[in-house]
């Protein structure tokens, strides 16, 4: 029901932008995350959304390089991703859920998760 898209290789400096199509899902949801991982390491959080509000969230190592944002008339998430450095190499997947309720950060609050797509900077 989260089908992401926009992956692909770029050079270190180069831009992305993901997006994440929940129009699969007959709901609504309230909070919408990117997260990321690379084989061996930890998931970790990259940024959120709060889809009512349009509050923000960032991990502190792409603060002022990523912007989530939201489309609710096509029930899409984005996540533009500038000024892209190696260490950003990792699949990125969306998550979603229904209520939030807690750490828009944590991974343990999402309900609902996409397949991810591959970002790799060299």
């Known amino acids: 029901q989260l089908v992401e898209s926009g992956g692909g290789s770029v050079q270190t400096g180069g831009s992305l932008r993901l997006s994440c199509d929940a129009s699969g899902y007959p709901g609504t949801f309230r909070c919408m995350g990117w997260f990321r991982q690379d084989p061996g390491k930890v998931r970790q959080a990259v940024a959120a959304?709060?889809?009512?509000?349009?509050?923000?969230y960032y991990a502190d190592s792409v603060k002022g390089r990523f912007a989530i944002s939201r489309d609710n008339t096509k029930n899409t998430t984005y996540l533009q991703m500038n000024s892209l450095k190696p260490d950003d190499t990792a699949r990125y997947s969306c998550?979603?859920?229904?209520?939030?309720?807690?750490?828009?950060?944590?991974?343990?609050?999402?309900?609902?998760w996409g397949q991810g797509t591959q970002v790799t900077v060299s």
């Open positions: 998550s979603a859920v229904e209520t939030c309720t807690g750490n828009p950060l944590y991974a343990q609050m999402y309900g609902y």
């Open positions: 959304i709060y889809a009512d509000s349009g509050a923000t």
